[in-house]
């Protein structure tokens, strides 16, 4: 069974960082695209960022470009996602996804990034 | 970018009912649709891929059609368990990979 678990979000000032992480199992991981998708508190969806299995390929909505990394460690089954000059329109849940192809196949729980003085 | 623009927001139904959401592309994306559904609190959930296809333990009462710029999903025999959110998303064409607003199906 594919199992996603997010963790590392909570509350943050504005301009701060956080690092998100997202563990893998039930699944090969090293041969999966993943993805980010964020919800704002009653909005709707939103991508953030793609990383390819191999991570050769990276991508990022506008709205981050610059401002968040995503990466992946293979060995610890793992997806990161570094958040720097984070501002109060960043506050979410999010999520990481795995990739089908385009589509968002498995989703974690989600974990709340609160940006707020 | 790709716009996503679901109709109606929300949609008031009933059990047994049949339910069909739209979802207009604003260019074509070939069949490069798919619908999830999110229940308050939990994650979305995918229904169906490439327009039409099922997803795996998806129950046979969601279909999926539409290519091009117009697609619907429809839910035959609404049940307790289908009043959720849906959304669409495109994948043809990407970065980035959008989604369209939401249409909350909420019991009449």
């Known amino acids: 069974e594919v199992q996603l678990v997010e963790s590392g979000g909570g509350l943050v000032q504005p301009g701060g960082s956080l690092r998100l992480s997202c563990a893998a199992s039930?699944?090969?991981?090293?041969?999966?695209?993943m993805n980010w998708v964020r919800q704002a508190p009653g909005k709707g969806l939103e991508w953030v960022s793609y990383?390819?299995?191999?991570?050769?390929?990276?991508y990022y909505a506008d709205s981050v470009k610059g401002r968040f990394t995503i990466s992946r460690d293979t060995v610890k089954n793992s997806l990161y996602l570094q958040m720097n000059s984070l501002r109060a329109e960043d506050t979410a849940v999010y999520y990481c996804?795995?990739?089908?192809?385009?589509?968002?196949?498995?989703w974690g729980q989600g974990t709340l990034v609160t940006v707020s003085s | 970018d790709i716009q996503m623009t679901q109709s109606p927001s929300t949609l008031s139904a009933s059990v047994g009912d049949r339910v069909t959401i739209t979802c207009r592309a604003s260019?074509?994306?070939?069949?490069?649709l798919a619908w999830y559904q999110q229940k308050p609190g939990k994650a979305p959930k995918l229904l169906i891929y490439?327009?039409?296809s099922l997803q795996s333990g998806v129950p046979s009462r969601f279909s999926g059609s539409g290519s091009g710029t117009e697609f619907t999903l429809t839910i035959n025999s609404l049940q307790p368990d289908d009043f959720a959110i849906y959304y669409c998303?495109?994948?043809?064409?990407?970065?980035?990979?959008?989604f369209g607003g939401g249409t909350k199906v909420e019991i009449k």
């Open positions: 996804a795995r990739d089908g192809g385009g589509t968002f196949d498995d």
């Open positions: 990383i390819g299995s191999s991570s050769s390929t990276i």
């Open positions: 039930g699944f090969r991981f090293s041969t999966y695209s």
């Open positions: 998303q495109q994948y043809n064409s990407y970065p980035p990979l959008t």
């Open positions: 260019q074509s994306i070939n069949s490069w």
């Open positions: 490439r327009a039409s």
